[in-house]
Structure formats: structure tokens, C-alpha cells
């Protein structure tokens, strides 16, 4: 006869990603779920990968849901958050703007249809920090790429859960980006950013 | 019991296998079992009033009696009858183990019939007169072989084949019913679906069944069971098992309780008989629950012992706070006279309805101000009516942390509508900024601004101080909306005014009246205006704008100066588009433009300057004409045609046909914007933009349709769709010409 309490309880957790245009959403995610990182230049459609992971000895069905950036599509962003436990805020450190939408634009959006929820910051394109080209470009209009510090202080700014970099093009930090979103889609509590919380997985 | 046989014949009610067990070997050896008849030995005759086997209950450690016919099972031995020993057999061989098992699966049935009452089976005769047996049972917790069993065995319910069960409990029962006239007769029917859709509701343990039933074998009398259900729980019940009993008021309310407490108990056996058939076989007495249930006859209700609920409309309004709201709610408001043809009301009256509007809320939502040396109230019409002096406590009920803000607010208010001092450096338009920030930022603002406004403007002596506070009015009813409360005060509170011809006040308020509407549907904003947007707000009424508004609308507007067939505003963009390289830039629709270059290009068309100058990214432009199509009041392809669009996505014939429908201006646009949108699909385009048709009808569809779902999966499952459709649209944009 059946033993009641044998079956573990499934949890799943759902995590969205968000952030400006370009910034190398939907390639995390490719690379966080098949470890491929493709050239392809198209504005992702809603999708929605599956992964189980074994978060502290747990069993968990992790879904991540890749959004599109464009103003149009804000509303079935929002339709994503709602429901979210997790959102991982990206932007590319190459785009300066991108860091600023994150402040001006995003925290707007997910605070409406999601306020309170746990928000982790994830840098993007590290690599490009130390790419001649890309330095150079941005000194023709007096910039530099977005520095570990400057990302850190947003993220406390808009009192993110965690702070992580990575890079998808070269693998570094995808998977443990992927872990920490997870932890905390898992951690019942809201807490706030502290000094020592924050890894920087790339550098 | 001397035992004149040698063998026993044995049919495993589950695989209808016929095997031969040795009782008085299985005394002495560990049991033995034979599935070819044995050639030695004597076989005991079928009994025709059936075999009592002797089994032993694992949980209270003692033997019990089941009777093979009747499929009843006893806790004291049967006299007179030939019992057949097989607690060895069930002990040590794997069969008995099922077999016990199998019994034990039955257990939910004999409840019914037992507390039912109504029926005298002849179990029940045989039923213990030793209460205190069964009632050691509560702690019972799995049910296992728990001895409860009398469900007429009847052998064409266990003839069923095991697959068939496996496949689906539905089908067991399907077939189950047709087989089920054999005790049809006597056992009560109860409504079954309501009831099965119960049942399928996994989560509920074994346990609760188990616990339930120990009562049953001795009751046998409908009456006592209730109490007994009662006074179990403090025994061995646990808690799953007051889940089911908890059940009860839901489905059974109103039948007696022999009744109700069948319904927790058989939903409780079906779902933990549910449970067993995924794990193993035990569960062939699933449908024998199910027929119980179905064919038994309603019992009286005319004996109920338990008084029915009585419908008590009254108290349970009074008791409801939001049936009180909703009383009050229906304001007894002669409709408004909001037509042109009826003359306008004296000016007494209309001051009362309006006064009446705004009382109707301030009654149930103001908080209660205080005056004087003797505290007394200040009545509620005081409350509502233009002041020139500060308040000192906010008009509505507020949380502690906002009544600074609230008082801010009014004094705000006061001073844009020149109605107090302003100090030097600072602006009306700050000001509003304030205002909307506070309205969007805390939610319990927004009717506590509303209120303010509609106070100050209520017996205004001051027409220039009313022209400003409708000016507020204007600029809010952009930002945020009011609470679903006040919302029909507020609306009644605007359409007022659509007769008050002095002042233009006639035009305000019906501009007030349309963007309160759209502002109620599409919720508050997210951002605060700039002051460029808050000056075109305060100017709208008087010059309609091109965005937000319907398309009908628009073309009416520029009937006047141009004989366009499609509103200007789309050629002047696209054209734009196409003139800052639009073809030839990188993830062109894609990149947003800069917002603040594209709120400046919004303001200059909605004043009506239809010029280029100083633009020079072409992400500007096509923002903005996504903005347009977004922001129309009725989507491009009109809701009504959602469905079918969706439906033949990839159906260009069909796609003309819905396409047809529309009216003329919306099919014009259509037409041009799917031959604006094939120019981008050139390769020698594609090659830089990196916009294949793909990403372009991505990009377009919630521009061209919108979805009117909210849930989740939906708007997911039908994005795919909507991608498809503008493809196939943009794709076939020249036989759309031929077409069309």
C-alpha cells in the first residue's frame, strides 16, 4: 500500500530574463541550456527552457524564460513576471544604456506587474572588456565599458538580490549565473544584496 | 473445525486464477499452493452460500473472517459455517498477500450499505453485535486488510481484465456500470459526476479511508453512524481523514447524514482505490465503489435530522460588507443629461446630483473631520466644496505614512489653481510631476488626488482657478486611474459638466470623460510625464490629438486639410523611416529609439507640426510608428477579427478575406504598411539590417493584433501565431493589392 510522504515534492521554480535590446539575453540561455552559443542575429521569440537541477540536495525543475526586448512586447513581458520567481536583469557591458535601462526602464516594468520580486543582475559580454575593438569604440564617445564597481552599484541600487558577470560567447560564469538564480528562485527570503554575497564569476 | 478436504479450491478475485491451496498443510508447513488441481487428496465442494476464509489483519494483529460470496468480512468467527484457515497462506505465499490485499481494497464499499440502512442485506445480520471489536480499530492507519469487507463479491467485477483498469480508472467504470445490474436494485443511487470529479483530485492518503471505516462493520445502523464518525476523529483520525470529512459540507449539504458521511468516505476509498490502481493491481474493487454509488436510491430526505440551511438573503446582504457597497453603489441618478437636446438643468439641481454623486463615495470612503472646541463632525458637504484655507488631515481614509503627502498634495493643487501663493522657483508643471509621481508611485493617492481636485472645482467661485483644475484633470487622467470605488463618481462627477458651456468647460470635461475611460482599461503609467507631455496635455481638449484616439476620429480631423486616405501621420513616418536610412541600419524596428527623441517627435505631430527636423536616427520614426499602431484605440485588425487571424495564420486567401472585413481605413493601412514593410525584405536590406521577414513580423504583430487573453499560456501558445499571420501578410503584400 501506497506510504504516504515517500514521493518527494516537486518544486519548480521559473526564472525570466530581461534587459535592453542586444545584450545577450537568448544567448545565456542558450548557452546555459545547450552549452551553445550561436551567432545568429534574431530578436528571440517567448521561449521557455526546461532544465532540472539539484539545488542544496534538492531536486528542482528550473524553467527560464527568454523575453523580447522591443516596446511592443512589454506587455506579455509583464505576463512573464508575473509569475516569476526569480528575474535576472542583464545588460551588456559594452552599452552603457543598457546598464541605464535596467534603472530607468525594466525596474519600472517589473514593478508593476511584479513588485517585490527577487531581482539578480547579470552583467553581460565580459569578455568584450578586454576587447581592443570594443574599448576603441567606445572612446570615440568618451566611454569605457561597464566597470565591475558600476555594475555592483546598480545592483545595489535597485537592491538587487545578487551581482554576477558573464560571458556566454566564452562559457565563463553561465553555469554558475545559472546556480546562484536558481539558489535564489529556492531562498524563501527576500534578502538584500550584502558585500560579501556578490562574485564576480568572470574576472 | 475438523476439516473434511483435503484442498481447497481458491480463485484469486483478481487474476480470476484458479489455484488449490492445503489449509491443513499450510497449519503445518509454510502453505502450499498449487495452480494445477491436485491429484491427491479431496477437494472441498463450493459452498453455496459461500466460503468463509480466515484471514489475518496484519494491523491489529487477529484474524478475521471473509465470506467468498458475499464478499463481507467479520471479526468474530462465524458459527455453523466451514471456515477455511488461510492466514498461512496469506502470510507466506505472495498470492495470499494480494489476495489480502485485494480484500483489503474492498473496504470502502460495506460502509454505505452498512449506514445506508435502508437496506437489509444479509450482512448485516450477520453483522457483530460486539461493538467494542472493531472500535480497537482506530488506530488502523493503513488500509490494509482492514476486515470491513462486505461488498457483494459478485465475480464479473473482478473478472475485469487488469489491463483494462490500468488504461484508465474511466473505463473500468464505464464497464463496470454496464455490468452492474446484479445489486443495482437495492443499493442508492447518488449523483455521481459532481461527485467523481471529487474523486480524481489526487492528494488524499490511504490513510483517511482507513481511519474512517473501523466504525462500520458494527454500526449497521445509519443513525449511529454519524456519531461515530463523529467521535472517531479523536482517536486515531488523522488529519488527511478530517480532509475528506471537511469535504462534506460542499457536496452533501442537505441530505442526511448517513448520506453525507458517504461522500467523504466513498470519495476517500475511490481516490485511494485511484492510488492503488497506478501503483499495482489491487484495485479491482474500484468499480464496484463506483457502482455503489451510482445506482444507490436517493435516501429520504424527509427524515433529515439535520436542519437544512435556510436561505437568509437579508442577513447574509447585511452581513457582507461588499453587497452594502454594491446597495449604495447604484447611485439613483437620473441618467445623465448628456445629450446635446436636453436643456440644461437649473443650476441648483445639478448642483445637488452632483453633490449627491461625490457624497455617495465621501460617505463610505472619507475619513471623519473634527472641528472645533467641541470636536464636532464636520458635516460631509463641507468636506466637498471648495476651500481657500489648507486641510488638516487628508479627505479620505489613508494610511498614517501618507497623510504628509496628501496634505502636500492639496496645498499642490491649491496652488496651480492659483488658489494659494506659490513660492518663487518653483512651477505648476513641477508641481504636477509631483502629483502624477505620487498617483503612480502609492496606489492610495491616486482617489485621495482625484477627491481633492473634485473638491476644489465643486462650488468654485473662481472660473480661472476651474479652468486650471480641469487642466489637472487632464493631466492625471493620463497617468494614473482612479480606484474602482470612485471610478463611477468620478465619471458621473465629469459628465456634469458636458452641458456647463461657460468656461469650455463642456469640451474639457468630455476630453476628461474619454481619457478617464482609457485610462480605467489600460491602468496607470509607468513613467511621469515630461513637461512638454503635460503641457500637450493641458492643450489636448482643444486639439485633438492623432495618438490614442480612434481611427474614424483621426481621419475626421484631416479631412479638413488634406484628402489623404490614410491618416498622414503613417506616410510621414514611414517616409521618414526610409529617408534616414532606414533600409540599410542595423535591427531597424528592432532598436528602440531614444524615448526622450521620440516623445519630442510625438509632441510635434500631436501639435500638429508635421516635421523632420533635427531627427536623424531612423529608430526615432519607426518607434514611433509602432507606438501609433500600439496606441490606437482599436487595434489595427480589430479584436473581433483576433480569432480568425490566428486561426489561418498561414492562410493568405483567408488573411484577404478577414483583411476585407474592415473598414476602409484600417484596410488601406494594412496595405500600405505590408508594402512598406516588403521593401525591408530585400536581401540586399536584410544583409544589413539583419531583419529578415521572420524578425519583422515578430516585431510588427502585437502592433497589428492584440491579444485580448491574459493568461499566460495563451498569450504565449498565440504569439507564434501572430507571427505567422504578419508574415503571410507581408510576404503576399502584392497579391494583397490584387486583392483588395
Redesign the interface.
Known amino acids: 500500500m501506497a506510504i504516504c510522504g515517500d514521493e518527494q515534492k516537486h518544486i519548480n521554480r521559473k526564472i525570466v530574463v530581461c534587459g535592453d535590446y542586444q545584450c545577450g539575453k537568448t544567448s545565456l540561455l542558450n548557452v546555459m541550456t545547450t552549452g551553445y552559443f550561436g551567432q545568429l542575429y534574431e530578436p528571440a521569440v517567448f521561449d521557455c527552457h526546461y532544465r532540472d537541477a539539484t539545488i542544496d540536495g534538492q531536486e528542482v525543475g528550473v524553467s527560464m524564460v527568454d523575453t523580447k526586448s522591443t516596446d511592443e512586447h512589454e506587455h506579455s513581458c509583464g505576463v512573464h513576471f508575473s509569475n516569476a520567481h526569480v528575474i535576472l536583469m542583464c545588460f551588456a557591458v559594452d552599452n552603457r544604456e543598457s546598464l541605464d535601462n535596467i534603472m530607468y526602464r525594466w525596474l519600472d516594468i517589473v514593478q508593476e506587474y511584479r513588485p517585490n520580486v527577487k531581482i539578480v543582475l547579470v552583467a553581460l559580454k565580459c569578455d568584450l572588456r578586454d576587447d581592443e575593438a570594443t574599448i576603441m569604440k567606445l572612446q570615440q564617445i568618451n566611454q569605457h565599458p561597464v566597470l565591475y564597481e558600476e555594475g555592483l552599484a546598480t545592483a545595489r541600487s535597485i537592491n538587487a538580490v545578487r551581482y554576477l558577470e558573464c560571458s556566454a560567447k566564452h562559457n565563463r560564469g553561465v553555469n554558475e549565473c545559472f546556480e546562484q538564480a536558481a539558489k535564489v528562485a529556492m531562498s524563501g527570503k527576500y534578502r538584500l544584496l550584502r558585500k560579501n554575497q556578490c562574485r564576480s564569476l568572470c574576472s | 473445525m475438523v476439516a473434511t478436504y483435503d484442498w481447497v479450491e481458491i480463485i484469486d478475485p483478481q487474476s480470476k486464477d484458479t489455484f488449490f491451496a492445503n489449509p491443513l498443510a499450510t497449519l503445518q508447513m509454510t502453505g502450499e499452493c498449487l495452480w494445477q488441481r491436485p491429484e491427491t487428496g479431496t477437494t472441498k465442494p463450493e459452498d453455496p452460500e459461500g466460503d468463509w476464509w480466515e484471514l489475518w489483519d496484519e494491523n491489529n494483529q487477529l484474524p478475521y473472517y471473509y465470506n467468498t460470496l458475499t464478499g463481507s468480512t467479520e471479526w468474530v468467527r462465524p458459527e455453523n459455517k466451514v471456515i477455511i484457515p488461510l492466514m498461512k497462506i496469506q502470510q507466506n505465499s505472495s498470492i495470499g498477500k494480494r489476495m489480502s490485499?485485494i480484500l483489503?481494497a474492498h473496504n470502502d464499499a460495506p460502509n454505505f450499505q452498512d449506514q445506508k440502512g435502508s437496506v437489509p442485506l444479509e450482512h448485516q445480520q450477520r453483522s457483530p453485535s460486539d461493538v467494542s471489536n472493531p472500535s480497537a480499530q482506530p488506530n488502523t492507519t493503513?488500509?490494509?486488510a482492514t476486515p470491513s469487507v462486505n461488498v457483494k463479491r459478485h465475480s464479473r467485477s473482478l473478472d475485469l481484465p487488469v489491463s483494462d483498469m490500468k488504461d484508465s480508472e474511466w473505463s473500468g467504470i464505464r464497464h463496470q456500470r454496464s455490468n452492474s445490474d446484479t445489486i443495482s436494485k437495492d443499493i442508492p443511487s447518488v449523483a455521481a459526476t459532481p461527485f467523481m470529479e471529487v474523486s480524481t483530485s489526487p492528494g488524499l492518503?490511504?490513510?483517511p479511508l482507513a481511519s474512517a471505516l473501523p466504525a462500520s462493520p458494527s454500526t449497521g445502523n445509519s443513525s449511529i453512524f454519524g456519531i461515530a464518525l463523529g467521535r472517531k476523529q479523536p482517536f486515531g483520525a488523522r488529519k488527511?481523514s478530517l480532509r475528506g470529512i471537511e469535504q462534506l459540507p460542499e457536496t452533501t449539504r442537505s441530505t442526511k447524514p448517513a448520506r453525507q458521511s458517504q461522500f467523504p468516505l466513498s470519495r476517500a476509498s475511490i481516490e485511494?482505490a485511484f492510488?492503488?490502481l497506478t501503483?499495482s493491481y489491487?484495485s479491482n474493487s474500484t468499480p464496484n465503489v463506483s457502482k455503489n454509488i451510482e445506482t444507490k436510491p436517493l435516501p429520504k430526505r424527509s427524515i433529515s435530522p439535520i436542519s437544512e440551511p435556510v436561505v437568509n438573503t437579508e442577513a447574509a446582504a447585511a452581513m457582507n460588507p461588499l453587497n452594502q457597497a454594491n446597495h449604495d453603489a447604484v447611485p439613483p441618478i437620473p441618467p445623465p443629461h448628456a445629450k446635446k437636446d436636453i436643456p440644461t438643468l437649473p443650476v441648483n439641481l445639478q448642483r445637488e446630483i452632483t453633490q449627491f454623486a461625490i457624497d455617495g463615495f465621501a460617505q463610505k470612503y472619507f475619513s471623519t473631520h473634527k472641528k472645533g472646541l467641541f470636536r464636532r463632525k464636520v458635516p460631509r458637504e463641507k468636506m466637498l466644496q471648495w476651500t481657500k484655507d489648507s486641510i488638516k488631515q487628508p479627505l479620505m481614509i489613508l494610511n498614517k505614512d501618507l497623510h504628509k503627502d496628501a496634505l502636500k498634495s492639496f496645498k499642490l493643487i491649491q496652488m496651480i489653481m492659483g488658489d494659494r501663493s506659490r513660492p518663487r522657483n518653483s512651477s505648476a508643471n513641477e508641481d504636477l510631476q509631483w502629483l502624477c509621481n505620487c498617483g503612480i508611485t502609492k496606489g492610495q493617492m491616486r482617489d485621495e488626488i482625484y477627491v481633492q481636485v473634485c473638491k476644489q472645482l465643486n462650488n468654485n467661485p473662481n472660473s480661472w482657478s476651474v479652468l486650471k483644475g480641469w487642466e489637472i484633470l487632464c493631466v492625471i487622467t493620463i497617468t494614473f486611474p482612479p480606484s474602482k470605488n470612485l471610478e463611477s463618481y468620478l465619471d458621473e462627477f465629469v459628465k456634469q459638466h458636458h452641458t456647463v458651456t461657460d468656461n469650455k468647460m463642456d469640451v474639457m470635461s468630455r476630453h476628461v470623460s474619454s481619457k478617464l475611460e482609457r485610462i480605467c482599461t489600460r491602468g496607470?503609467k509607468?513613467?511621469v510625464l515630461t513637461f512638454a507631455e503635460i503641457e500637450r496635455a493641458k492643450d489636448a481638449p482643444f486639439k485633438p490629438s492623432v495618438f490614442g484616439e480612434s481611427l474614424e476620429f483621426i481621419m475626421e480631423q484631416q479631412a479638413s486639410t488634406t484628402d489623404m486616405d490614410i491618416p498622414k501621420i503613417v506616410p510621414f513616418l514611414a517616409n521618414m523611416v526610409l529617408d534616414l536610412n532606414g533600409l540599410y541600419s542595423e535591427?531597424i524596428?528592432?532598436?528602440?529609439g531614444d524615448a526622450d527623441d521620440v516623445t519630442e517627435l510625438r509632441i510635434r505631430i500631436e501639435n500638429g507640426r508635421y516635421d523632420a527636423a533635427g531627427v536623424t536616427d531612423p529608430n526615432v520614426p519607426a518607434?514611433l510608428l509602432?507606438?501609433w499602431l500600439?496606441d490606437l484605440a482599436e487595434p489595427l485588425i480589430f479584436t473581433e477579427f483576433y480569432e480568425s487571424c490566428i486561426k489561418h495564420s498561414e492562410n493568405i486567401d483567408q488573411a484577404i478575406e478577414v483583411i476585407r472585413q474592415l473598414p476602409e481605413v484600417n484596410r488601406r493601412i494594412v496595405l500600405y504598411l505590408a508594402d512598406f514593410l516588403t521593401k525591408f525584405t530585400d536581401p540586399e536590406s536584410t544583409k544589413l539590417t539583419?531583419m529578415n521577414v521572420?524578425?519583422l513580423a515578430?516585431?510588427?504583430a502585437?502592433?497589428f493584433l492584440r491579444?485580448p487573453y491574459?493568461s499566460?499560456t495563451q498569450?504565449?501558445e498565440n504569439?507564434?501565431w501572430e507571427?505567422a499571420f504578419l508574415r503571410t501578410l507581408i510576404e503576399n503584400a502584392p497579391l494583397l493589392h490584387e486583392n483588395l
Open positions: 490485499d483489503s493503513s488500509f490494509e492518503a490511504p490513510e488527511q485511494s492510488q492503488s501503483k489491487r496607470a509607468g513613467k535591427g524596428f528592432r532598436v528602440p518607434s509602432k507606438y500600439r539583419r521572420n524578425n515578430m516585431v510588427f502585437p502592433n491579444c491574459e499566460l498569450v504565449f504569439s507564434k507571427q
